[in-house]
C-alpha cells in the first residue's frame, strides 16, 4: 500500500469511535476529512472505514455503506483544506515498521449495490465517490516519494506533543524508568497509573503547595507484573486507603504472569487478552524489561532491540503508550542495565534515585533524562511512607508504601518529618520490620 494508505489505517487504529447519541456524526465526519487532509480520495476513504475494524467493531451502531458515503460526499462537498495537505505533517507521527498488507478492493462492489452519488439531481452528476482529478492523483502519488520536510515558515504545521499526562507521559510514547533495587521505581510507576485511572493530577500535594501534573482524561491503563505481583494487590488497597479512593470501578488491568516479549505466540495472547478485558488502552506499565526479555540477552544490541520492537508492536496494536521498569546497571554512571540503545529507542526515560532511607523517611528523586519531543522536566522528589491494612494472625501489623510529592533539596525544604509517620514506622520496625511491610 502507499505510505499514505497505511498511516490511515494506524490512525483508524487509533480514534475513538463514534457513538449515536454522544455527537457520532461530526464524530465520524471528522474522521472522514483526516483522511481527505491526508491525500486519500473519497472512494478510498469510504472504503477504508466502512471495512474497518474502527466501523465494524468499535463504532456503536456501525455505518453503513449509504449513510457513510453521504458524509463522505460532504466532507468533499465542503473541503476545509486541499487534499493531502496535511501528508506531511501528520506522517512523522507513525512509524511504519510492518509489511504492508493489501486492502481489499470493494470499488466496484460499493458502485453496484448502493448506486452511490448516481445524479445530484440538478441536472449535473454529483461527485463519485472517487473524485479526485488525474491531476491531484498524480500528485499523491508523487509526494509519497518525499521525505517530510518543512519551510522555516511552515514549521507550525508540526504537530506539538498530546500528553495523557502533562510533561510526564505523551501519547503514543515508549518510555524506560530505571533506577537501582529498592528505590521505589514500581510503586512510582504504580501511583501514576492509579491516579490516571482517577483522572486527577499526578504528583499534587496540597500542604507543599505543589499542584501536580494534569491528566488529560481518566486513563485506561494495564500493569504486566512480572516482579512484585502478589504484592500489587496490597499495594493498590494502601494507596486507595490513603486517598479515601473507591478502586472497583477503576480502569485499571492487573496481568500477573510475564509474557515472554520475544516469542511471537506469547506476544499475542498478550494482545488479545487486553483486548478481550480492557479494550483500547491508554497506556500499558511493563514491569521489569529483565522478565520481558527472557531468552534474550540485553547487554547485546541486537537482542535489545528484539525487546524494543516488541514493546512498539503492543503499542501499535492499541495505538498506546507503553513504559518499562528497568534496572540500572552495575556502573551507575552508565545508567540503566543493557546495551544503549535501550534508551536511544525509546521517546522517554526517567531514572529514579533513592536519596534517604530509613525511619522515618524514605526519600527519591525522579530524574528526566529523556523527553523526546518537549523539554526535559524538572526534577520530581517524593518521600514513601506506611499505610497500615491490618494485622495477621500473630498480631503483626501489615500493609505497604504509599508515595506523595515533597519538595526537592533545590528548594531548601527537605520536608519536615511527620511525626505520625516517624511513629507509625517505629511500630513496624519492632514488630515486622519496614521493609518487610512493603511486601
Not at 84 to 110: H, M, N, Q
Not at 372 to 392: H, Q, V
Request: aromatic content about 8%; hydrophobic content about 40%; some cysteine.
Amino acid at each position: 500500500l502507499p505510505h499514505n494508505l497505511l498511516v490511515a489505517e494506524q490512525y483508524l487504529a487509533h480514534r475513538e469511535p463514534a457513538i449515536e447519541g454522544s455527537n457520532g456524526n461530526n464524530h465520524t465526519f471528522e474522521t472522514i476529512a483526516f483522511l481527505r487532509d491526508f491525500g486519500l480520495s473519497a472512494q478510498m476513504a469510504h472504503e477504508m472505514i466502512l471495512f474497518s475494524p474502527w466501523n465494524l467493531k468499535r463504532c456503536k451502531p456501525e455505518w453503513d455503506a449509504e449513510e457513510l458515503a453521504t458524509l463522505v460526499h460532504n466532507v468533499w462537498e465542503y473541503p476545509q483544506n486541499r487534499p493531502g495537505c496535511k501528508r506531511s505533517a501528520l506522517s512523522r507521527i507513525f512509524t511504519l515498521t510492518d509489511d504492508p498488507v493489501p486492502v481489499e478492493d470493494y470499488r466496484e462492489w460499493t458502485k453496484k449495490e448502493h448506486g452511490i452519488f448516481e445524479a445530484s439531481g440538478q441536472g449535473d452528476a454529483a461527485p463519485t465517490v472517487g473524485d479526485n482529478t488525474p491531476q491531484q492523483e498524480q500528485q499523491v502519488q508523487a509526494d509519497d516519494d518525499l521525505f517530510p520536510a518543512y519551510l522555516v515558515g511552515e514549521l507550525d504545521q508540526i504537530p506539538d506533543p498530546v500528553w495523557l499526562i502533562q510533561d510526564v507521559l505523551p501519547e503514543v510514547s515508549l518510555g524506560m524508568t530505571y533506577g537501582e533495587t529498592g528505590s521505589l521505581k514500581t510503586f512510582l510507576e504504580l501511583d501514576k497509573a492509579l491516579w490516571g485511572a482517577v483522572g486527577k493530577p499526578w504528583a499534587a500535594n496540597d500542604a507543599h503547595d505543589l499542584e501536580g501534573f494534569k491528566v488529560t482524561r481518566k486513563l485506561r491503563t494495564v500493569i504486566v507484573a512480572g516482579e512484585g505481583a502478589r504484592g500489587l494487590k496490597r499495594r493498590i488497597a494502601a494507596w486507595a486507603k490513603r486517598h479515601g479512593i473507591k478502586t472497583d470501578d477503576l480502569p485499571v488491568l492487573v496481568i500477573p504472569v510475564m509474557p515472554r516479549f520475544a516469542n511471537d505466540g506469547d506476544l499475542k495472547k498478550l494482545i488479545r487478552t487486553i483486548e478481550r478485558k480492557l479494550p483500547n488502552p491508554d497506556y500499558i506499565i511493563v514491569d521489569t524489561a529483565m522478565w520481558a526479555a527472557a531468552g534474550l540477552n540485553l547487554n547485546v544490541p541486537a537482542d535489545s532491540q528484539v525487546l524494543l520492537s516488541s514493546f512498539k508492536q503492543v503499542m501499535l496494536a492499541f495505538g498506546c503508550s507503553l513504559i518499562f521498569v528497568h534496572h540500572i546497571g552495575k556502573d551507575k554512571k552508565r545508567g540503566h542495565l543493557g546495551a544503549e540503545n535501550l534508551i536511544a529507542g525509546v521517546d522517554v526515560s526517567d531514572c529514579v534515585e533513592l536519596e534517604e532511607k530509613g525511619i522515618g523517611r524514605r526519600k527519591i528523586k525522579i530524574i528526566n533524562r529523556k523527553m523526546k519531543d518537549a523539554e526535559l522536566r524538572e526534577t520530581i522528589s517524593m518521600e514513601a511512607y506506611p499505610e497500615t491494612l491490618g494485622t495477621d494472625e500473630d498480631g503483626r501489623k501489615f500493609g505497604s508504601l504509599v508515595l506523595r510529592r515533597c519538595h526537592g533539596p533545590k528548594n531548601g525544604k527537605n520536608g519536615e518529618d511527620d511525626p505520625r509517620l516517624t511513629a507509625a514506622l517505629k511500630i513496624i520496625a519492632d514488630t515486622k520490620g519496614e521493609d518487610e511491610l512493603v511486601y
